[in-house]
């Protein structure tokens, strides 16, 4: 097959794309590698490299722990307030801090009890392991008296059975957890009526936004979310391990109390009082001593996602995605690949699953031979993030093209099938 028309229509698709010029502010090392895994670390920014490079030889370096007074302590609920921006928060309701698994468990024991007469949890099949271990693990603590109900899926973990989520959700639940966009398949959510339907029950709904949070537009006010939470590290280029956020609707926040009652979430935490009063609003979510280094090389990171703005980020994010999807039809699909996402962009986050028998061996193949970098989830999925920010259409159609290379010339063959440690 001639493929020089597929990869001029890539380039023509890059001539007319309004945020090209934001590639730019990315450090890209290596011109020749291919970067399709932004779904589980961004790309670092110039902002966070220079800023990172100011706080290690101005800030710590030199000022010291006069930092805290400059702009260190307050740098939580400000960072908050610019995530705040990207899952349609109004001010007030979200904050910087800790990890994505950590704010879960403060979350949803927040949540349980507020609805201490309910005993049901319903998430998903889905939904990222830690988020299933974190419940389970408060469950144990609260004495086992709460039951997790998780729904299946008919099509082999692609989509998640709605009628089964809405049937589950019952007067006896406390707490709806999902993730909005799902780490395998990127089925995303109907935010808005899955929340509608727990609500009716007088249940509680926690969105994990780890995959969504700059990839697609969240409107969390407007779904009238109870709770949410979601890492930096992948779409809002924060770094690796870099803080994560959490979201409490306003209406609740005075009648929630974190069970990690720390001296960051206390009302007057340099009195040194030796009782524990909870800070007013979001404050009283944090715990101790924050990564003030990773926090603020994060913040800088943000500012080009808010410049982009998430509409113009989330059409981009379909572009690319319909292009790489059509790519795979033509090119991969008849080398034993399949689509392990929904085919529908109004279904889908912005990663695209391919699955094949061999999934793990031509990720190892792509990444050792072919100066691709995509990653591998179990048991054959392989992952392509498409982050709008940096991702071009050139380096859609070349990735598709070393996949095919790779399968067709069977260079995958010579690894063995034992699993590296991170995939
Ligand atoms: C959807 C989702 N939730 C939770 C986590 C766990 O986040 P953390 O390691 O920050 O606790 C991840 C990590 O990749 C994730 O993808």
Redesign the pocket.
């Known amino acids: 097959m001639d493929l020089t028309p597929l990869r001029s229509y890539a380039e023509s698709l890059d001539s007319q794309d309004p945020l090209a010029s934001f590639r730019a502010r990315f450090v890209i090392a290596d011109p020749q590698l291919i970067y399709l895994d932004g779904n589980?670390l961004g790309r670092m920014t110039l902002a966070s490299q220079a800023r990172a490079q100011h706080l290690l030889d101005q800030e710590w370096g030199r000022d010291l722990i006069r930092g805290w007074n400059d702009n260190w302590w307050e740098a939580p609920v400000r960072v908050g307030e610019k995530i705040a921006q990207l899952v349609g928060a109004a001010a007030g309701q979200v904050i910087a801090c800790d990890?994505?698994?950590?704010n879960?468990f403060k979350l949803s024991a927040s949540a349980l009890a507020l609805c201490s007469g309910r005993t049901r949890i319903v998430t998903d099949t889905l939904?990222?392991p830690?988020?299933l271990y974190i419940l389970q693990g408060l469950v144990r603590m609260l004495g086992n008296r709460h039951v997790i109900l998780r729904i299946g899926s008919q099509d082999g973990d692609i989509t998640p059975d709605l009628g089964a989520l809405a049937a589950a959700i019952d007067e006896n639940t406390a707490l709806v957890t999902l993730?909005h966009v799902?780490?395998k398949s990127g089925y995303l959510y109907d935010m808005a009526a899955v929340t509608e339907i727990a609500h009716r029950k007088g249940a509680l709904v926690l969105w994990?936004l780890?995959?969504s949070a700059g990839a697609l537009p969240v409107g969390l006010d407007a779904c009238n979310a109870d709770f949410a939470?979601g890492?930096t590290?992948?779409y809002l280029n924060g770094g690796p391990?870099a803080p994560?956020f959490l979201y409490v609707r306003k209406e609740l926040q005075e009648q929630v109390f974190s069970p990690i009652c720390g001296w960051w979430g206390q009302n007057a935490p340099f009195a040194f009082g030796l009782d524990y009063t909870p800070a007013p609003g979001m404050r009283r979510f944090l715990t101790g001593s924050q990564p003030i280094l990773s926090l603020l090389a994060m913040e800088a990171a943000l500012d080009p996602v808010l410049e982009a703005g998430m509409l113009a980020l989330r059409a981009k994010s379909v572009r690319l995605s319909e292009y790489l999807i059509n790519l795979s039809d033509v090119l991969l699909v008849p080398l034993g690949f399949s689509l392990g996402s929904p085919r529908s962009a109004d279904q889908r986050g912005s990663h695209i699953s391919l699955r094949h028998k061999e999934g793990y061996r031509i990720n190892r193949a792509l990444i050792e031979q072919m100066q691709l970098l995509p990653d591998f989830r179990e048991p054959d999925n392989l992952r392509l993030g498409l982050t709008p920010l940096y991702t071009s259409f050139g380096e859609v159609w070349e990735g598709v093209d070393r996949i095919r290379r790779v399968v067709e010339e069977k260079r995958y063959a010579q690894y063995p099938l034992d699993r590296l440690t991170v995939t």
């Open positions: 589980s990890t994505v698994s950590i879960l939904n990222f830690s988020d993730s799902t780490f994990d780890s995959h939470i890492c590290y992948k391990g994560a």
